[in-house]
């Protein structure tokens, strides 16, 4: 009995420190987000998505960066929960958005028809001055609005408020694409494919990178394929890490690849490299 309550108490202390460490940490980091979006401290990386047709790079995630003055470079799993808690997810996503349609832009004043997708924060979703920023963003950089696509999960979808349903109705107006973000992962009421028009789906990373040692994943990923396929919407595999992955992929009819195998995430001009090429990942060769 000492002994359990000793060892309570210890957990106990052992939480609270953490929680402390923890509080400090969110704070810093809080009042450091503000600051890094004044001094210029994010960047944008892209991953680049390839036709499992063609092979060919036919567009890129854009993922956001922190180069933190001490930490160095910071993932966004870092620090987009404290951005979102803070509300400053709303300024730092408006400017990822500008970002990516000024490169998106750029790509295609080089001759390169390369769409960009940029992932949104249901904060976003849910403020009423969400299509003047998209219309910001595009105008501002001279993008055509089909090139831009907007990535939002499965949850960002069952809040079906007037605000956001608006906001989709008037951002496929525009043709800006959307996509369906970890699909699989989420809530399994799936009346909001028909009723959003959602252009396509992104088979969540869990399924994709067991694909070809687990059976359930292969079954997964192939009904999410068929699933997409039977709505007319494009099926795109996150997460792809190999050449077995990829080869399983395209036996199942999958349209759209990402992953480590085809491209990390990194500066714009790598994706441009590969989109220069004809097939360079050997896509089927
Ligand atoms: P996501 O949108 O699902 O993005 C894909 C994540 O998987 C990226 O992580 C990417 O680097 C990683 N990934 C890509 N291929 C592979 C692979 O083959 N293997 C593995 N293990 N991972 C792969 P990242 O860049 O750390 O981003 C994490 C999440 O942060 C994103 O997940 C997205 O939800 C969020 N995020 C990134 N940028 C933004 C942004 O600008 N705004 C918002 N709201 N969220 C963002
Ligand atoms: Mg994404
Ligand atoms: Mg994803
Ligand atoms: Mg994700």
């Known amino acids: 009995l000492h002994h359990a309550k000793a060892a309570g108490r210890d957990t106990h202390r052992f939480y609270a ?13 809080r009042s450091g987000l503000r600051r890094a979006l004044e001094r210029g401290e994010f960047l944008v990386h892209y991953q680049p998505q390839v036709s499992l047709e063609t092979g060919a ?7 956001l960066r922190w180069n933190h003055p001490d930490k160095g470079m910071v993932p966004p799993g870092a620090f987009i929960p404290i951005a ?5 997810i709303v300024p730092i996503g408006a400017w990822v958005l500008a970002e990516a349609c000024r490169q998106g832009a750029a790509w295609q004043a080089r001759g390169l028809s390369l769409s960009v997708a940029v992932n949104l924060s249901a904060l976003q979703l849910q403020r009423s001055d969400l299509v003047r920023t998209v219309t910001g963003a595009l105008d501002g950089s001279g993008l055509d609005p089909l090139l831009l696509e907007l990535e939002l999960t499965e949850s960002m979808l069952i809040q079906n408020t ?5 906001n989709l109705r008037r951002i496929k107006a525009m043709g800006v694409q959307v996509s369906i973000d970890d699909f699989g992962t989420g809530y399994s009421n799936l009346s909001y494919i028909g009723r959003l028009a959602v ?13 070809t040692s687990n059976h359930d994943s292969a079954k ?12 007319n919407l494009t099926a795109v595999a996150e997460g792809v890490e190999d050449a077995a992955t990829l080869a399983a992929l395209r036996q199942l009819n999958c349209d759209v690849a990402q992953g480590y195998f085809l491209g990390r995430p990194g500066p714009a001009d790598a994706v441009e490299h590969a989109a220069r090429q004809v097939n360079p990942f050997k896509v089927g060769v």
């Open 220 to 231: 997964i990923t192939a009904a999410v394929i068929q699933l997409a396929h039977g709505l």
């Open 84 to 88: 979102e808690d803070s509300g400053l």
């Open 17 to 29: 420190e953490a929680m402390n460490t923890e509080a400090v940490a969110h704070l810093s980091t």
């Open 162 to 166: 007037d605000v956001v349903m608006d």
């Open 57 to 63: 790079v036919i567009g890129a995630e854009a993922l």
């Open 199 to 211: 252009d396509k789906l992104k088979i969540d990373r869990s399924f994709v990178a067991d694909l």
